[in-house]
């Protein structure tokens, strides 16, 4: 039996719990404390962040003001998703779990944003590409790393050749956020034993991984993004960057 924690089951909980806390943690995003005005606040942060990576992939790579498909890889409740359907012709939305793409969905209604479709993996993504941007953003840092590198791959196959890519990974953490995932062995040991004796783990949790940038730079290279600009990122003492492609024309 694998070791590894359950991830997806974790994000289906956060997601028919509190699912805007789980996106961003901001007491003020708790489930019980959402109202109108709190909850345009939360989706207006969207903007700003696709504004900030498109502005980028247009600097750094001349990309288009508007795009024929795009995709967005973990889009949770539809933050990113939504700014980035209204610079594109069509989007679709990538999330693992269920309960997220449905409070995604209720969402795309509201707005009658009827092209965009919601799916759970890029691989069902890839029946409505390919695809001019591929973005995911706070998302591969909560994805184990051996299955979040199978997931990039996956990502960039959905990539038309000349369209752009931005993708977020945490690589390394302040001290004071020194984990289970990154502690020595030893300390990892005795907590998997601790952690069997005393209980199962709940299911719910946000965990954080890091990845090796030179695999993520390795498997972009190989798969035809060989040019890439990184932006340095820092939340809270994760620290990871943006990172910027474009897939080399066919
Ligand atoms: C912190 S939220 C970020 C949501 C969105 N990117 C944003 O910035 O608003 C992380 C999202 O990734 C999704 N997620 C986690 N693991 C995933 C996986 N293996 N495949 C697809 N989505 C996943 C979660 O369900 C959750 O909606």
Redesign the pocket.
């Known amino acids: 039996m694998s070791s590894e924690r359950d ?2 089951s974790d ?2 909980q ?2 028919e719990v509190d699912p805007f806390w ?3 943690t901001d007491e003020r995003f708790r489930a019980e404390k959402m109202d109108k005005t709190t909850r345009e606040a939360f989706y207006e942060s ?1 903007f700003g ?1 696709i504004d900030q990576f498109h502005f980028a992939l247009k600097h750094y790579f001349s990309a288009p003001d508007h795009f024929d498909a795009c995709l ?6 539809g ?2 998703l939504v700014p980035m359907a209204k610079r594109a012709n069509t989007a679709v939305g ?4 269920g309960s ?1 793409r449905a409070v995604c969905q209720v969402r795309l209604d509201e707005l009658g944003l009827s092209q965009v479709k919601l799916v ?2 890029p691989k069902e993504a890839a029946e409505f590409g390919p695809f001019d941007w591929v973005n ?4 591969l840092q ?2 184990p790393p051996a ?1 979040g590198l199978a ?1 990039i791959a996956d990502l960039i196959a959905t990539v038309r050749p000349g369209g752009f890519l931005s993708l977020h990974v945490t690589t390394f953490r302040d001290a004071h956020l020194m984990s289970q995932d990154t502690a020595g062995s030893v300390r990892k040991l005795l907590r998997q034993v601790r952690a069997s004796i005393v209980s199962a783990p709940q299911i719910g949790q946000i965990s954080m991984f890091d990845y090796d940038l030179g695999e993520v730079l390795a498997l972009l290279t190989r798969a035809g993004c060989p040019r890439f600009v990184l932006e340095h990122t820092d939340h809270g003492g994760h620290h990871g960057f943006m990172v910027y492609a474009q897939k080399v024309a066919g």
């Open positions: 991830t997806d994000w289906n956060l997601g789980a996106v961003i969207g962040n967005d890889f973990g889009a949770g409740v933050r990113l990538v999330d693992i779990a997220m759970a993996t995911s953003f706070i998302v909560h994805i299955r997931l």
